[in-house]
C-alpha cells in the first residue's frame, strides 16, 4: 500500500536519524512585498532538533497510522526492474548513457539516485511544473508504471567514480558542510547529507559524484528561478546567494564526493 508503506519508512526514518535534523525557512517577505524566490532571499535560517520523546511520540503515531493503512488501502504493483531497464535502454541510454551513467557532463547520471526523485522529476517534466527542451517531450509519453520502472531500474544501478579539482573543492567542502554565515548561505548538508546521499523518502536526491557542469548549471537554474519545482523554494532560496565562484567550488567537491 503505498501510502502505508510511506508512513511506515517515516517511522523507520526516526530510528535511522534518532536526532534528524529540522530545516525550517522563515520567510521575511510578505504578501504583495518581496513574497517568493526574492523574499525567501532575505529570510533567516533557525534549525531545531527533535527531542527524544517527541521522536518516541511521533514514531508510535506513525506506525499506528501504517498498521491502519495496511489494512485499508489497496496493494500496490512493484516496479518491474526488466520493463524498466527496456524503457531505459529505448528512450534515456542515449543521453543519460548505459545504466544511467552519462558521458556528456551536461546530462546527469541518473545510476544509484533515489527512485521517488527520479520519478518526481518524471511526473513533473510530463505534467510541465519542470520545464525543458529535451526531457519535457521524452517524458510526455511515460506512463505512471513505466516512470516507476524506469526509477526503479535506475536506483539499482551503480554510479561511476568522478574526481575534484583540488583547489577548488576546499571551498566546496567549506560551503556544502557549513554554508556561508556572511551571506546568509545555509549548508548543503542539512538536506542532502554529510555524504551528499539525499534522501528517499524526502525526495532529496543524491548529489555526491553527479557531474560537475550538471550541478552547476542546476544551481544557477535554481539562483535565477528558471527551475521552480522545488518545495517551498528550497532550494531557490539555498541558491540565491551563491556566486559563480561558489556554485563553481561546490559542483567540483560534490564530483568528487565519495569516491
Known amino acids: 500500500m503505498r501510502w502505508a508503506r510511506t508512513i511506515g519508512d517515516m517511522a523507520c526514518l526516526f530510528d535511522q536519524y534518532p536526532h534528524i535534523l529540522i530545516y525550517i525557512r522563515e520567510f521575511s517577505g510578505r504578501p504583495g512585498n518581496g513574497s517568493g524566490a526574492s523574499g525567501l532571499a532575505k529570510g533567516r535560517y533557525r534549525y531545531f532538533r527533535h527531542q527524544d520523546r517527541a521522536i518516541r511520540d511521533m514514531k508510535t503515531r506513525l ?3 501504517a498498521v491502519v493503512a495496511a489494512l485499508i488501502g ?6 518491474d526492474m526488466a520493463a524498466g531497464e527496456a524503457k531505459a535502454n529505448q528512450v534515456c541510454m542515449a543521453c543519460h548513457g548505459p545504466q544511467g551513467n552519462s558521458i556528456v557532463p551536461i546530462w546527469p547520471k541518473l545510476a544509484g539516485q533515489h527512485p521517488d526523485y527520479i520519478y518526481k522529476q518524471l511526473t513533473e517534466f510530463k505534467s510541465g511544473a519542470r520545464v525543458n527542451a529535451q526531457m519535457s517531450p521524452m517524458a510526455a509519453p511515460l506512463t505512471e508504471d513505466e516512470m516507476r520502472d524506469v526509477a526503479a531500474y535506475y536506483a539499482a544501478q551503480t554510479q561511476t567514480a568522478g574526481a575534484a579539482d583540488p583547489e577548488k573543492a576546499e571551498l566546496g567542502k567549506q560551503i556544502y558542510m557549513a554554508g ?4 546568509g548561505v545555509p549548508a548543503c548538508s542539512g538536506c542532502h547529507g554529510p555524504q551528499g546521499l539525499g534522501l528517499n523518502l524526502a525526495k532529496f536526491p543524491r548529489i555526491a559524484g553527479q557531474h560537475a557542469d550538471y550541478l552547476a ?3 544557477k537554474s535554481f539562483r535565477a528561478s528558471e527551475r521552480a519545482n522545488d518545495p ?3 532550494m531557490r532560496g539555498s541558491a540565491a ?11 567540483q567537491y560534490l564530483q568528487g564526493l565519495g569516491q
Open 180 to 183: 556561508n554565515a556572511e551571506t
Open 74 to 79: 489497496a496493494p500496490i504493483q512493484a516496479a
Open 232 to 234: 517551498n523554494a528550497m
Open 63 to 65: 506506525m499506528m497510522a
Open 241 to 251: 546567494r551563491l556566486t559563480d565562484d561558489e556554485i563553481a567550488a561546490l559542483a
Open 217 to 219: 548549471a542546476t544551481l
